[in-house]
């Protein structure tokens, strides 16, 4: 049986959005919070129309395009129920004895694992740092910067809105918790490096592969069609 490409077939990124909007819709029937809902899957709805937008031109790796939807799909169930209600998380609490909903560490851990694959790809195809050795720390202090943007961002909600903020901050009375979400995301960018680096790099070498063949066969059909012309 032949192994399975890492290249994306057509009907790929086709599956990977209608799990990702399926799950956006779910999660938008009737939330918690609407506002919350908005700002928490804010990041689906304005990043996936602008991959399918931009797929002909720059398609990404099967592996960023399944961590891609397992992390909307994160986002979309943390939406619906506010970070600190999600029931999986009650129960993780209830479960092992923790002090708080833990769902809100595993969403930062997310915000720091999966845009670590997309850091890396876009840093591979539009930079000289394909396989530099500042690939690695470059992608990670990127996602620790994102991280540090984001708690900003929800400090501006949270003087803009005041207490009507606090289901979208989450923070379940720790003081600590902007530091603590910017070390889960540091500690998910890190371990995704370490984790997908090898594989990713097979991923991408596949894609080149593919954008040369296809270019090839391209020119070779426009030189056939001329000649026949001719």
Same mark, same amino acid.
């Given at each position: 049986m032949p192994a399975a490409s890492p290249v994306p077939r057509r009907t790929t990124p086709a599956v990977? /959005?209608?799990? /990702?909007?399926?799950?956006? /819709?779910?999660?938008g029937w009737n939330p918690h919070d609407r506002a919350t809902w908005f700002l928490e899957t804010v990041w689906v709805i304005v990043g996936l129309p602008l991959i399918l937008l931009t797929w002909r031109r720059f398609p990404l790796t099967g592996l960023l395009c399944g961590l891609l939807t397992v992390h909307a799909l994160v986002l979309a169930l943390g939406g619906h129920y506010t970070y600190a209600q999600v029931p999986l998380g009650d129960w993780a609490r209830d479960t092992f004895g923790l002090d708080r909903n833990p769902y809100d560490r595993f969403g930062h851990l997310m915000q720091g694992f999966v845009p670590a694959v997309l850091v890396r790809e876009l840093l591979s195809r539009t930079s000289p740092l394909r396989g530099s050795r500042w690939l690695a720390p470059l992608t990670v202090c990127a996602c620790l910067a994102f991280s540090a943007l984001f708690e900003m961002f929800e400090w501006a909600a949270a003087v803009i809105g005041g207490h009507s903020a606090d289901a979208f901050l989450a923070t379940q009375g720790d003081v600590w918790d902007t530091q603590w979400d910017m070390f889960c995301a540091l500690i998910g960018a890190g371990v995704s490096v370490l984790l997908l680096g090898r594989v990713h790099d097979r991923q991408l070498a596949a894609l080149r592969l593919s954008a040369r063949c296809s270019g090839a066969g391209s020119t070779s059909a426009a030189r056939t069609s001329t000649a026949g012309t001719t």
């Open positions: 990977f /959005a209608c799990v /990702a909007v399926t799950g956006l /819709a779910v999660s």
